[in-house]
């Protein structure tokens, strides 16, 4: 073996080693992104329930007023006809609303946080692959001047 090809072997050996790295590296990142991908799929799963939760809650809350205002109604003698049924059939509206509120605002934060665990897993991909093609390039540059210097090619 030529004293030459020493400066090759070794660029070859460090190419090889800077891959290795960039594998270790990039998996270490791709289970990195993937715990935060379960906890971000976790609080979307936990923005889901608690703001069922909180429906729940409203929910019983708006029928513990409906059923007070009926009471309060029957205990002054008027009858569930005209201004008072509207009254109580607009608060029936309003809760329904506010219910569909607190759901939609639920699921538009698990959406968000469903959406950050699927950009999280695609940005550890990319890395992924960044890492492999920089560490190549910069292996195979390396070769490449080392064999242009001895004027191999």
């Given at each position: 073996m030529s004293a030459a090809a020493v400066p090759v072997i070794?660029?070859?050996?460090?190419?090889?080693?800077?891959v290795y790295s960039t594998i270790q590296a990039s998996k270490a990142e791709s289970k990195a992104e993937s715990a935060r991908s379960v906890q971000q799929n976790r609080a979307a799963a936990q923005a889901?329930?608690?703001?069922?939760?909180?429906?729940?809650?409203?929910?019983?809350?708006?029928k513990a007023i409906i059923g007070t205002q009926e009471a309060r109604y029957a205990a002054s003698g008027v009858t569930m006809e005209g201004s008072p049924l509207l009254v109580q059939m607009e608060s029936l509206r309003e809760s329904e609303e506010q219910l569909q509120r607190i759901r939609e605002g639920g699921e538009y934060e698990s959406m968000g946080y469903k959406e950050l665990a699927q950009a999280s897993s695609k940005r550890a991909a990319e890395a992924t692959k960044s890492g492999y093609v920089s560490a190549l390039a910069k292996g195979t540059g390396g070769t490449y001047n080392i064999g242009k210097s001895f004027d191999w090619w």
């Open positions: 070794l660029s070859v050996v460090g190419t090889t080693a800077a889901k329930k608690i703001a069922g939760q909180k429906a729940e809650d409203e929910e019983k809350r708006h």
